[in-house]
């Protein structure tokens, strides 16, 4: 039998298992729908909004009631409790029932015109420092907006001119995410990890199943072995798990509107080659030790670490040089950095590095597997 019978041999054994299992076909289509629906759902709102924060105000005038109404008609965050005192504010926020903590002290009002005004100090949950820097942000504009017009209106109460000399001001704009949206930056991330962990396991299920004891002999005999049984078994699984990667760049892209402004067809490619680096990796483990409990484990440890240390989440820079060395093995950190340079415009040439990386992880363990299939098998 030729290298075309046995690629066809083994994909229709395999599809004829999928149909028959559905707990194996359902890792293929229910679970990655799930996944990309939950995960679109949770970020589909782009931006934190009315997130809870406590305000103590303990000057009860014009000043602080001014800020309270501008912390009021904050879109970003929402008074959730008006303690009475910073013991309570802090029990509210041990308690998770705000994230920040606004404390408006007495003399507020007398301070605007006075050298030593009292501090409006912000409290905020650094253990969740994306929302809680988030809600201080918010606080924080509201109350410097109120402060600069209130400020204003206390020196032309006591008339003094306005300065004709400005101090030069520091501006920070924001590149490439201007609306410094959630749903596009954590879902360039979430959803291909979430796909390249799930390759890996589903990889290891449809191999390990083949195991007698540590045996593929009867495995080989069914299907020939070799390249083309393998690259048979793998098609189902890296089809489906390619179309779901483009289903989730059609729906971030093409529903969303977050623009790809490099090539999309290129991002999707480089998806197939991740996931068909992935599998390799997997059978690699498989075949390598056969034993598809540690498999399992190990496919848990690569790539369910892989975005932590990928650089997109964490930054590496100045990190441990394990931290940096790990970083640079895994095949979801070379795919990111091509798919967010593919997302801000990068020519072609810029990924042809990653590309070249990429599918190193595919050739490399497939030669080993091979390698690995050509030893002896007892039926065990």
Avoid at 107 to 119: E, I, Q
Avoid at 295 to 309: D, E, I, M, T, V
Wanted: charged share 15%; proline share 5%; net charge positive.
């Amino acid at each position: 039998m030729g290298f075309s019978g046995r690629f066809i041999g083994a994909l229709r054994r395999e599809l004829a298992h999928l149909g028959r299992d559905g707990w194996d076909l359902g890792m293929l289509t229910l679970f990655p729908a799930c996944a990309i629906t939950v995960v679109a759902a949770m970020l589909i709102a782009a931006v934190p909004r009315a997130l809870p924060v406590a305000v103590l105000d303990q000057s009860n005038g014009t000043v602080s009631r001014a800020i309270v109404r501008a912390v009021s008609a904050s879109a970003a965050v929402t008074i959730a409790a008006r303690p009475t005192s910073m013991a309570e504010a802090e029990r509210l926020a041990r308690a998770g029932q705000v994230w920040a903590i606004l404390s408006i002290p007495e003399g507020v009002d007398r301070g605007l015109t006075r050298t030593d005004t009292p501090a409006i100090q912000i409290f905020y949950n650094a253990s969740f420092l994306t929302i809680g820097g988030s809600a201080e942000s918010a606080l924080q504009s509201a109350v410097s907006a109120v402060l600069a017009e209130k400020g204003l209106d206390a020196l032309r109460a006591r008339g003094l001119p306005a300065m004709r000399i400005s101090p030069p001001k520091v501006q920070a704009t924001v590149l490439f995410n201007p609306q410094t949206s959630f749903e596009w930056y954590l879902q360039a991330l979430i959803q291909p990890a979430v796909l390249h962990l799930l390759t890996a396991c589903v990889v290891v299920m449809a191999m390990g199943r083949e195991l007698r004891g540590k045996s593929l002999a009867a495995w080989k005999q069914e299907t020939g072995g070799g390249l083309a049984a393998l690259l048979g078994k793998l098609t189902p699984y890296l089809v489906a798990l390619t179309c779901w990667g483009a289903v989730w760049l059609i729906w971030l892209c093409g529903v969303r509107g977050w623009a790809m402004n490099g090539s999309l067809l290129l991002t999707v490619f480089a998806q197939g080659l991740l996931f068909a680096g992935t599998a390799a990796i997997s059978l690699l483990l498989v075949i390598g030790v056969r034993k598809a409990s540690f498999a399992f484990s190990a496919s848990a440890l690569y790539a369910g670490s892989a975005l932590a240390y990928s650089g997109g989440t964490l930054p590496l820079d100045g990190g441990s040089g394990f931290a940096r060395n790990w970083s640079a093995a895994l095949p979801f950190t070379h795919y990111l950095r091509l798919q967010m340079d593919q997302f801000l415009g990068a020519p072609v040439s810029v990924a042809l590095p990653q590309i070249g990386v990429l599918s190193l992880y595919v050739v490399v363990p497939m030669v080993l597997v091979l390698l690995l299939l050509r030893r002896p098998e007892e039926e065990a």
